[in-house]
């Protein structure tokens, strides 16, 4: 079964079509509304000034009332500032209260004026967030409007010069001003969440909670505009006093935002959690999209977290990582953030990057940075990281994309063992053209529509060492689909385990076949480390060869160094089941991974394997000649067998068996061929074995010259 290569790395991607197409209007077409809303209640404001002055009235009602509610609106301002917060999602009950107060006694325009001189005031205190404060001023403007609408709608059209008077207030005003208070709440409230909402298709998790918070806004509408009303005619004097009571509904509003903010915290790190950072992505994605830029999203996953708390405990384990966290915090580029994902998986937003190679640099400043050593009750630890680079626009169009994308560019990194990998569309196997092969692969397996090709092992002295089985899909509309590319969907995919056992048992089934016909020829089969690390692995293999009749010794099976990186230990233990059935193993593509030699000895190994990458340069490089005789020598001196893969012309045949090479394998002895191919060409060389069409001819010239003359072959 061939194994699949790393695919070759680019720089330069084209989109996803990860985000619908409803997502991307919704992205073109909402962002407008902001701008929409800022114009209407432009256009509102201008037109009932005009009006009001038109008609000789005062703006603002004048006296010791127009000078009690400028006080009570500086105090609340004052407060305001000294939050050192922001109006977010209508945090503020005191404004909007004093506003509605305004409009039940002096009409739209006063109370627009109150809104106002809180959120520009505010908003001017918080220059980073004016543009906010000017869409905040806007829905008021509309919310205020609406609610006068509902006060029309009741006969009333109050103003400076003819405030509302009722002749008391009692039972028989409260549906004016349940009206006008739903009214301004329903349509400011609901004009913020939509125009300044990330565009995920629903309302984030602040929110969500702070629903619950807006009706106690109203409630507070309800209850304390009519009574700052009711003072503004009978004692206007006493309106700062109600200070008091709207600051204390402020700081309510604000623990019970905070306590929803703390939903969105890792409650041991401190950092933010998942939830947070999607929606944080959704709006640095909003700002880049506005002004052409690039974001990128960072997964980071600690690599052999869990032997930390298996050794340590998990309070040790909780200690690292808030070293971690700290760690992360001090590593971030200008402008980033982090938030922790769950256990040892981190994530960092670039809410803006230059280019695809600034965000892959700074994801290795970051993974460089948690690689230091790290100091726990005197024990020095190193943690190395993987990391997973995904960028706006080039991968995803979306948050939850984004995350998608870095997700698979990790677990890549992770395989790999390079650290940092950016997302490649070729190495994703959840990108629709792939899950497509994916589900024609399963079929295929299931249809027996997988074939296995076998390429001969032989020795120097032509003596038939052994076959490997390759696994050949012929997909019915794409043709011949290369083994590298289904692989890796296997791999990925979870499909692994699925078609090791459909080649096993189709491998084992063609060895009987061969043995009922005299050809004892031990066949191998190549297995992945999912293949080891899984349960009850050696158990089948012995299962499967007892039901084929197939004694041990004729199936080998290869594995390569990567089984030896996530759990050493299993991997051993499943080995040594193996072998001890009578399974013998071999260790393919040795070279290229990165085992210790200390694992190398503790694996139970029979045979070593070089890369054909070492064999093929072996005659010009005297690099790659050096590699493969330390290889052979350092087999050789723990009693392993060395095949060489790869071969293809007699100079490397010839180097290899001076060095003392066991056996070879490519296209020199033989390709891989069909099950009956492979027949025909086992019998053809018989017991006279393999040789090489070299030394075929030079054995015919001798022969013939050893002829007397004129005699003539039948």
Known sequence: MARAQP???GIGMKPTDSAAPASRLRRLVVPALPATIVTVAGLALATGVIVTLGEGDAL?????????LAILTGIIVGHLVALGRDRWWGGTGSGAALALAVLLLYGWVPAVLVSLSVVVLVGAARRHRWRQAVVHGAVDILGLGTAALGLAAFGVASSVRHPWAPSSWNLAVLPEVVVTAAGYLLVSRGLLWVSLTPRTGQLPAIPRTAVVRQALVGIALLGISPLIAVCAIHAPLLLPLFAVPLIALDSTLWIARARAEEQLRDPLTGLPNRQWLLERTWTALDDAERVGARSALVLIDLDRFRSVNDTLGHLAGDRLLLQIADRLRHALPRGAEAARLGGDEFAVLL?????????QRAARHLVAALGSPLDLDGLTLVLEASAGVAVFP?????AEGLLRRADVAMYQAKRDRSGVELYEAKRDGNTPDRLGLLGDL???LDAGDVELHYQPKVGFDGHVAGLEALVRWVHPDRGRVPPDEFIAIAESSGLMPRLTEYVLETALAQVARWRAMGLEVPVAVNVSPRDVHSPGFAGAVAARLARHRVPPGALQLEITEHVLLEDPQRAADTLAGLTAHGVKMSLDDFGTGYSSLVHLRRLPVSELKIDRSFVARLAVDTEDAEIVRCTLDLAHSLGLLVVAEGVEDDET????????????QGWLVAAAMPPDETTAWLRARGERGWQRES????????KAAERPSGQVLN
Not at 60 to 68: A, K, L, N
Not at 695 to 702: C, G, I, Y
């Open 351 to 359: 809410p803006t990057t230059d280019s695809l190679t600034s965000s």
């Open 60 to 68: 603002f009602p004048g006296r010791s009332v127009g000078w009690s």
């Open 695 to 702: 030394e075929t001819a030079a054995l015919a010239a001798e």
């Open 442 to 444: 399963r079929r295929a």
């Open 7 to 9: 695919a070759v790395r």
């Open 394 to 398: 080039d991968h995803a169009l979306d």
């Open 653 to 664: 045949w010839e180097r290899l068996r001076d060095l003392g090479c066991d056996a070879v």
